[in-house]
């Protein structure tokens, strides 16, 4: 009898340890997962953090080319009123030279304009009694209105006799 419970007790240990040994394996993909996250997080992060300062410094090029340009317009301006002064026609040429041309002249007359555009929500669509009967109201056929609402003739005829009533 205790040579059976030894064997029971050493088959039980051995189960045991099996198990642990199992649960310890799984233990460890679990925090190789974690570490691997861990630096795609990070990794994730320094990309967008690079991306955030070179849209930062590009934005900084834009501003700075931006007040030179308009540091420079005054004397455009400048130069435009003289111009006009000098001429007695009261148009203003449409061809400018090119020296006085810049891409960024008229920011300022710019606004912003939103466009809303309503949509009209569908129409219902009609049940089929009232589809066949607006087909039959256009002249169709029966044998045309049942084509082209994929039913049978007498389907149709029947939908059009009780619509009649």
């Known amino acids: ?28 993909k679990v925090k190789e997962v974690e570490k691997r ?6 990794e994730m992060e320094q990309t967008v953090s690079a991306y955030f300062i070179e849209w930062k410094e590009e934005n900084d090029r834009f501003l700075q080319t931006l007040s030179q340009t308009l540091q420079r317009r005054p004397d455009v301006k400048k130069e435009e009123k003289t111009k006009r002064a000098e001429t007695t026609s009261s148009h203003v040429p449409l061809e400018r030279e090119k020296s006085e041309w810049s891409p960024l002249a008229h920011v300022d007359q710019m606004k912003d304009t939103v466009e809303i555009r309503t949509i009209k929500p569908p129409s219902p669509p ?40």
């Open 37 to 42: 996250q861990a630096q795609m997080i990070e």
């Open 126 to 165: 009609l049940s089929l009694a009232e589809e066949a009967a607006k087909l039959y109201e256009e002249g169709k056929t029966i044998e045309e209105i049942a084509k082209k609402l994929k039913k049978g003739k007498t389907e149709i005829e029947l939908l059009l006799k009780f619509r009649q009533t």
């Open 1 to 28: 009898m205790t040579a059976f419970l030894l064997t029971i007790s050493f088959v039980l240990h051995a189960l045991s340890l099996f198990i642990i040994i199992l649960l310890y394996l799984q233990l460890t």
